[in-house]
């Protein structure tokens, strides 16, 4: 059992920016996937951000040039760099976590980030 704990989360005005990090614990293998999610009030869950233990990323595109995903392996750890926040940026951001073979996958709790105008 993978547990996901996030930090970071906060109230900036935009323009401003935050780091969140997202630490695994009880993984035994390296964890093959490792991803930022947002979910707004009334929207669906979208993802952000991912990273492969090789170090492959992928951005939304409302994303690209602002935000920047980076892991530790060593430390089991992702981080979030969210610069030039906007207010759609607001939401709760989750920490997923994938792993295989098996396959399995895991969610953190989340942490708001509120971005006021």
């Known amino acids: 059992q993978v547990q996901l704990v996030e930090s970071g989360g906060g109230l900036v005005q935009a323009g401003g920016s935050l780091r969140l990090s997202c630490a695994a614990s009880g993984s035994r293998f390296s964890i093959n996937y490792m991803g930022w999610f947002r979910q707004a009030p009334g929207k669906q869950r979208e993802m952000v951000a991912a990273?492969?233990?090789?170090?492959?990323?992928n951005y939304i595109d409302s994303v690209k040039g602002r935000f920047t995903i980076s892991r530790d392996n060593a430390k089991n750890t992702v981080y979030l760099q969210m610069n030039s926040l906007k207010p759609e940026d607001t939401a709760v951001y989750y920490c997923n976590a994938k792993l295989w073979p098996p396959y399995s996958e895991y969610w953190g709790r989340g942490t708001q980030v509120t971005v006021s105008s």
């Open positions: 990273i492969t233990s090789g170090g492959n990323t």
